[in-house]
């Protein structure tokens, strides 16, 4: 077997699993989506490395790499086998270089068939810059907190739509309430990575429905090429009575820890007065959440209508109240099916 070096989109579709060979920091700050951690070295051993090659030179610092590498070969063998009962591999390290290398040279000679990506994850990257920079029609679902945006794009999806689910990507709702009860935030750049895979794989024919958003979800920002198509896209706003929205809300954050939803209410205090927000986390500590969530709302909704204000563009009402998610997102459909430009 001769080991294959692959550009990004015939690595992308190779089979066997991906095993990304850098660091476990190098990893957490950013990795092909479904990708192995599968670390060379430490953390601690790549400082290493790198400080000797800085006061040392190449030869004296590769000497330091076999050396930290030569006890774990054999667990790496071992490890691969596991993860890739094909005994087919894809593997990258960090430009396409030693790393990758040297474990595309181990594994290979250990009985796998070996592909490595063609730059590393340095080329993943560009590959993300023009990919996030692809046209692609949008719609665009707005509308005021608590209407139940979120689960609408969950049943599109469900219906056969294209849709780009920023917050759940993000692991965050965009709120001062948006991490409650959710895994923690991936990196920016990891958020971008993910983005970037399901962009990919959107049919440019159809569009690709996504929930109006700021420029970051929690921490994470969204790319400047995905913020770029939506300022320009068709929106609609999704309307619902308080009421729904108020049930909403309590169904949505009624089993979150009280702790949290008070330190959450407490972030508001600014925006939300001081009077105001006393009294939400009263109702809060009462368990009248409903209540609370009436009182929150007063900001939320009147940033909502600024940021309308500022965008200065009239924007397609469609009263969902009283309806279903399901007739809501069947509603959106019929809403713009007639659009010259949208097909299913």
């Known amino acids: 077997m001769v080991t294959q070096l692959l550009p ?165 709702r965009g709120s001062s309430y948006g991490a409650l009860m959710l895994p923690p935030q991936p990196s920016t750049e990891q958020f971008e990575n993910l983005i970037a895979a399901q962009w990919a794989a959107f049919d440019r024919h159809r569009p690709v429905w996504v929930e109006a958003e700021s420029s970051r979800v929690g921490t994470c920002r969204v790319p400047d090429e995905i913020m770029a198509q939506m300022d320009v896209a068709h929106t609609l706003e999704v309307v619902r009575s308080e009421p729904e929205r108020l049930k909403i809300l309590v169904d949505v954050y009624g089993q979150a820890n009280t702790d949290e939803l008070i330190a959450a209410t407490e972030r508001l205090r600014k925006r939300l007065g001081g009077l105001r927000t006393q009294e939400a986390v009263d109702h809060i500590k009462s368990g009248k959440l409903a209540a609370a969530a009436a009182i929150i709302l007063t900001y939320y909704d009147r940033a909502y209508r600024y940021d309308l204000v500022r965008r200065g563009s009239q924007i397609p009402k469609i009263d969902v109240s009283e309806m279903s998610v399901f007739q809501a997102a069947q509603h959106l459909i019929c809403h713009v099916k007639d659009w010259s430009w949208y097909s299913i």
Request: with cysteine.
């Open 8 to 172: 990004i989109t015939d690595f992308w579709q190779a089979p066997g699993p991906i095993l990304d060979v850098r660091s476990p920091g190098e990893y957490t700050q950013g990795h092909l989506p479904e990708a192995i951690s599968f670390p060379l070295f430490s953390d601690e051993e790549r400082a290493q490395v790198g400080t000797c090659y800085k006061q040392a030179g190449q030869e004296t610092a590769v000497e330091l790499g076999l050396e930290l590498v030569a006890p774990k070969m054999l667990d790496l063998v071992k490890k691969a086998k596991v993860l890739a009962p094909e005994r087919q591999v894809r593997v990258h390290c960090w430009r396409g270089g030693m790393r990758s290398g040297s474990i595309g040279w181990l594994l290979e000679t250990s009985g796998l068939d070996v592909k490595l990506l063609n730059g590393g994850y340095k080329a993943f990257r560009r590959w993300v810059r023009t990919t996030l920079a692809t046209p692609q029609p949008l719609i665009i679902v707005g509308g005021m907190t608590g209407t139940g945006k979120t689960d609408i794009l969950h049943t599109l999806r469900d219906l056969g739509e294209q849709v780009l689910d920023l917050e759940g990507l993000a692991n965050h």
